[in-house]
């Protein structure tokens, strides 16, 4: 009975500090995850949780731990802020991960993501046929931010009082060189039509393109495993 009174007291003590201390620490460290504030957050739950559920671990510095970690995590969002080289060596760069509708594979193993994850982090966006894409950046939270190509952020159907064309959306049909042949038969079509349409873009095998995608009208677009951009723009902090 008296442990599970001084987990009850802990509880009603910890936790109002925990707010108090995250308010403190900002909306940034909320709303966000950089790997500073991620860290920050599982150190905070390591030393809550410990302090919680064995009695026998003095309570006070578990306070003094919360309190500091709180400081500390405050003190480098304010040199963060002051210092962009500070900034920059603990946490991530964003990445281009799309560019002008073709994907970067080698910034995308860099990432750790795969091609399926980007795939549903646009249609998060909205976005359903990659070849729509300017640009797409994973940002150093982890987040995506996506750019549209100008001509794909036409007026809206009411701007012009004709009826809305039908959506436009792209599945795909080869992933890192294995083709997706249930894709093809459900459009209606075969590997001999993919074989000649990518031998149309100059490819002899499969193994060689990275992603491929077919819209509603049958039209493919291919990313290749040499499709690199010498000139792309760089995205800092």
Not at 96 to 122: A, C, H, P
Not at 124 to 134: I, T
Not at 157 to 180: R, T
């Amino acid at each position: 009975m008296s442990d599970l009174l001084i987990i009850v007291g802990r509880v009603l003590t910890i936790l109002p500090l925990l707010l108090i201390v995250t308010l403190f620490m900002g909306k940034r460290a909320i709303g966000e995850l950089p790997v500073f504030d991620f860290l920050v957050i599982i150190t905070l739950a390591s030393v809550v949780g410990a302090d919680i559920a064995d009695p026998n671990i003095d309570h006070f510095p578990t306070i003094i731990a919360v309190i500091l970690i709180g400081l500390l995590q405050k003190i480098v969002s304010y040199v963060k802020l002051a210092n962009r080289q500070v900034g920059r060596l603990i946490t991530f760069e964003p990445t281009i991960v799309v560019y002008e509708g073709t994907f970067l594979q080698r910034n995308l193993k860099d990432t750790g993501f795969s091609i399926d994850n980007i795939l549903q982090m646009l249609r998060d966006k909205g976005v359903f046929d990659v070849n729509e894409v300017e640009i797409a950046i994973i940002e150093a939270n982890g987040s995506l931010s996506v750019l549209k190509k100008p001509e794909k952020n036409p007026v809206t159907a009411e701007d012009l009082q004709i009826n809305q064309p039908p959506s436009k959306i792209s599945y795909p049909v080869i992933v890192e060189g294995v083709i997706h042949s249930k894709v093809l038969e459900a459009r209606n079509l075969n590997e001999e039509w993919l074989q000649a349409e990518l031998r149309n873009k100059g490819i002899t095998n499969p193994k060689d393109v990275f992603f491929a995608s077919i819209n509603l009208l049958n039209e493919i677009e291919i990313s290749t495993y040499e499709d690199q951009f010498n000139e792309i723009p760089p995205i800092q902090h």
